[in-house]
């Protein structure tokens, strides 16, 4: 099984929300713990590139960081507005999807559809970082497929 991380925001308006993914668990030993820690930080960074939404904190089994609980200045960081993430499991192909809430402007898909383009250069990066860093469910590598803008309700 794999260890989750949970990343938490808060908007415009002082609305919370989060974002979990899966890393590889944490070995009985903690033998890997700096690695996991390095992959909180090296997430969390691609993640607030991606966002506009403030950060609170991130959480695996301990608390890993702690950030501000200020809203932020930015009128479009909504949690009402998202990308939905998907991705697929590398080995037995199963289906898994995230959201990252309050997307920057610049992620926005072209008038008339509502998915991010895969040749946005800072979704590019950011997909590189969530493939070398995230596992599935089932603690196998993952391969992003998509990223879709979605409202609140979806």
Do not use: C
Not at 49 to 64: C, F, H, P, Q
Not at 105 to 118: A, I, N, Q, R
Not at 131 to 146: C, K, P, Q, T, W
């Amino acid at each position: 099984m794999a260890t989750a991380l949970t990343f938490n925001m808060i908007d415009h308006s002082g609305e919370k929300s989060r974002t979990k993914v899966y890393l590889e668990d944490v070995e009985s030993d903690g033998s890997n713990w700096d690695d996991i820690l390095t992959s909180e930080g090296l997430l969390r960074t691609a993640l607030y590139i991606t966002t506009d939404m403030a950060e609170v904190g991130s959480d695996l089994s301990v608390s890993v960081h702690t950030g501000s609980a200020v809203p932020p200045a930015t009128e479009t960081a909504q949690r009402e507005i998202a990308i939905r993430v998907k991705y697929r499991d590398s080995t037995n192909g199963r289906y898994g999807h995230f959201t990252v809430p309050g997307p920057k402007t610049t992620f926005y898909p072209p008038t008339g559809s509502d998915v991010v383009p895969l040749d946005n250069v800072i979704f590019q990066a950011f997909i590189v970082v969530l493939e070398a860093n995230l596992v599935s469910r089932d603690g196998n590598a993952i391969e992003i497929v998509e990223g879709r803008l979605i409202g609140r309700s979806n």
